[in-house]
T-cell receptor, first 110, second 120 residues
Framework: GQQLNQSPQSMFIQEGEDVSMNCTSS?????WLWYKQEPGEGPVLLIA?????ELTSNGRLTAQFGITRKDSFLNISASIPSDVGIYFC??????????FGQGTTLQVKP | GAGVSQSPRYKVAKRGQDVALRCDPI?????LFWYQQALGQGPEFLTY????????KSGLPSDRFFAERPEGSVSTLKIQRTQQEDSAVYLC??????????????????FGEGSRLTVL
């Protein structure tokens, strides 16, 4: 079946540093989404990407939809302690089903 | 409330018991999804409703899992004869639009906080 490979699995960084994580797939997706999940909460949508090559920003977050439609990356600039959480990439298929990556756990040291 | 609401937030069941998990989607949202999230993993799709119609139940792991949305709003996920491997967080999500099998897939899915099921 369709699978997303997300890396790195975890990151431990200093406050103020930039962060980059990415997601690859063996299948093509027409929509890529990035979610953040905090303990005890459901995933919250950060950025949605709808076109191959699209680069979209949301505050300190920037995400790109790869040209091949098989990959995406998320960058967080100037990290702050509240960025802590698990970041998931997800590919959306036509029936509305989301295929999630395994997640990247981000820890930020003040 | 404004968001997706799930209950109970926590459920402990003895192996073999039946459980029912409830989801109140955002008012007016057409699509409703159930996902299962094991510890340390990403959510995995269980089933999808468009209004009251269950259009996709390919992710339900066994016939012990049953979901319904009889009036196209509130949904219930029922797990019969629970097993330890059913222990997970069950997430409900809703979306304003329906999803067609053709055309472009767009739309935000809004997730609830989840129901954490522990089977002893």
């Amino acid at each position: 079946g369709q699978q997303l490979n997300q890396s790195p699995q975890s990151m431990f960084i200093q406050e103020g540093e930039d962060v980059s994580m990415n997601c690859t797939s063996s299948s093509i997706f027409n929509t890529w989404l990035w979610y953040k999940q905090e303990p005890g909460e459901g995933p919250v949508l950060l950025i949605a990407l709808y076109k191959a090559g699209e680069l979209t920003s949301n505050g300190r977050l920037t995400a790109q939809f790869g040209i091949t439609r098989k990959d995406s990356f998320l960058n967080i600039s100037a990290s702050i302690p509240s960025d802590v959480g698990i970041y998931f990439c997800a590919g959306l298929i036509l029936t509305g089903k989301l295929i999630f990556g395994q997640g990247t756990t981000l820890q930020v040291k003040p | 409330g404004a968001g997706v609401s799930q209950s109970p937030r926590y459920k402990v069941a003895k192996r073999g018991q039946d459980v029912a998990l409830r989801c109140d989607p955002i008012s007016g949202h057409v699509s409703l999804f159930w996902y299962q999230q094991a510890l340390g993993q990403g959510p995995e799709f269980l089933t999808y409703f468009q209004n009251e119609a269950q259009l996709d139940k390919s992710g339900l792991p066994s016939d012990r899992f049953f979901a319904e949305r009889p009036e196209g709003s509130v949904s219930t996920l029922k797990i019969q004869r629970t097993q330890q491997e059913d222990s997970a967080v069950y997430l409900c999500a809703s979306s304003l639009r329906g999803f067609k099998r053709s055309g472009r897939a767009e739309g935000e899915l809004f997730f609830g906080e989840g129901s954490r099921l522990t089977v002893l």
